[in-house]
């Protein structure tokens, strides 16, 4: 099985036989995945019927629940990690949400698209339109993308909240994005993958 980029690189971040909760968990793929090579003890909460139905036909143990709605149903350092890949722009209250997310875990991975990424930014000089791109696949006004958030935001937040950043990565696929996505993240990145602690 071929995973995105993010979730391969995530897997490195996450110890075999571990307890893990991914929020916005989609089909399964991830936690499917983790548990083949990694062993571990998965959960994940998902709103959609249908991703719900897949996680199922996975073996995944899925919780139908909205995120948004909070976590109050799981105590303290309930699980070794918290993953949330490609939702947390979506969310209404995404500050709450990390926050929840490393309160109930010891530590945890965030994935999210760079609004700043070269390309987003040229789509928007150039044609005067929100961007439309691989990582950002929908029309202004059907995205589920609510919070814009570029990486220098998100280090900004993370320092504000006194949130350690054990690992950062940032994806890009294409050149130059991928031969300068070290230097300048913010600029080059497309996908952004935290680990992060409290």
């Not at 993010?6 to 996450?14: F, G, S, V």
């Not at 571990?40 to 139908?64: F, S, T």
């Amino acid at each position: 099985m071929t995973l995105r980029v993010d979730l391969d690189i995530l897997q490195k971040w996450i110890a075999p036989g571990s307890r893990v909760l991914d929020l916005g968990c989609g089909d399964g793929t991830l936690l499917h995945s983790l548990r083949r090579s990694h062993d571990v003890e998965g959960y994940g909460l998902e709103i959609d019927p249908q991703r719900i139905a897949a996680c199922i036909a996975r073996g995944v143990n899925v919780i139908e629940t909205d995120i948004n709605q909070g976590l109050s149903q799981f105590t303290d350092d309930s699980f070794d990690t918290v993953v949330m890949t490609y939702s947390l722009q979506t969310l209404l209250r995404p500050d709450k949400t990390l926050g929840e997310m490393l309160r109930i875990g010891k530590e945890c991975i965030v994935t999210f698209p760079n609004f700043a990424n070269l390309r987003a930014r040229a789509y928007l000089f150039f044609r005067g339109r929100m961007p439309v791109t691989k990582q950002l696949a929908w029309q202004w006004y059907d995205t589920p993308n609510i919070h814009f958030c570029t990486v220098e935001d998100f280090e900004v937040l993370c320092r504000e909240m006194q949130i350690h950043v054990l690992h950062r990565e940032v994806v890009a696929q294409r050149f130059p994005e991928k031969l300068f996505k070290g230097v300048w993240p913010n600029l080059f990145g497309e996908t952004a993958i935290y680990h992060l602690s409290k």
